[in-house]
């Protein structure tokens, strides 16, 4: 039904239809990019608005079908106008990379990566005039990125907790704090260990995981109760 209507908006003039595809385009890219603004993301709403870009590649790949579609198959000319679909998911791939930034153990930028991968499809859709997947995709994914974050609190999830211990050089260091993490249920996912024989220091650094709630505070005032710790640090 969508689809018929924007079939009969342009009455018969492509330049009128051309024009709508590139409007829908930036509106959908942009209440995307409305939202990742919101949240002060790199790529927020002037870079969602891409989705104008790639609308543009596919009517342009339409355009050398409807220019060079009628030449005979034996003609030196071959189309595919799936060829231009394909670099744009190709190059989309470049943009999304340079937003996804990782610090330590945390990756972040990995849903506006999909944000921009996803307005590209959506230029796409509406370039080639399937307006409704376009339509729908468009209102699913606005809801999603403004009502799935709301149910983090509710969703039970194991946090990482990066400790950095620094001490006396003793042998039971290690099992103190081994032993600290046993009692209060937390699994040790990585540890790695540094011992200066010259000045009697050992630095301990250790990732602790399976909690639900933040630690970081409670568990180091109970790691510097332990002999020997000089300093810990936490992120």
């Known amino acids: 039904m969508i689809a018929k209507i924007f079939a009969e908006l342009h009455l018969g003039h492509y330049e009128l239809e051309i024009s709508l595809r590139i409007l829908l385009a ?3 890219g942009g209440f995307i990019g409305l939202e990742r603004e919101k949240h002060g993301r790199p790529a927020g709403l002037r870079t969602h608005l891409l989705a104008v870009g790639s609308c543009l590649m596919v009517i342009v790949s339409e355009g050398f079908y409807l220019k060079y579609g009628s030449l005979p198959g034996t003609s030196v000319l ?3 106008p799936a060829r231009v679909a394909a670099q744009i998911v190709t190059g989309i791939g470049f943009l999304g990379a340079g937003v ?3 610090e330590g153990i945390s990756v972040r930028g990995l849903t506006t990566a999909a944000c921009l991968w996803l307005v590209a499809g959506l230029g796409m859709s509406i370039g080639i005039g399937l307006y409704f997947p376009a339509v729908f995709s468009t209102v699913l994914a606005v809801l999603s990125l403004l009502f799935l974050k709301k149910l983090e ?6 946090r990482y907790l990066s400790l950095s ?3 006396e050089n003793r042998p039971l260091l290690l099992d103190d704090l081994e032993a600290l993490f046993s009692g209060l249920k937390l699994r040790v996912s990585d540890l790695q260990m540094n011992t200066d024989l010259v000045n009697n220091h050992i630095q301990i650094d ?3 995981t399976n909690h639900h709630r933040r630690i970081g505070k409670d568990l ?3 790691i510097v109760k ?4 000089k300093r810990v640090s936490f992120k």
């Open 26 to 28: 930036a509106l959908a």
């Open 226 to 229: 332990l002999e020997g710790v």
């Open 153 to 158: 609190p509710v969703i039970g999830k194991d």
């Open 78 to 80: 071959r189309l595919d």
């Open 100 to 102: 996804i930034l990782k």
């Open 165 to 167: 211990v620094f001490g």
């Open 220 to 222: 180091t005032m109970e």
């Open 206 to 208: 250790v990732i602790v």
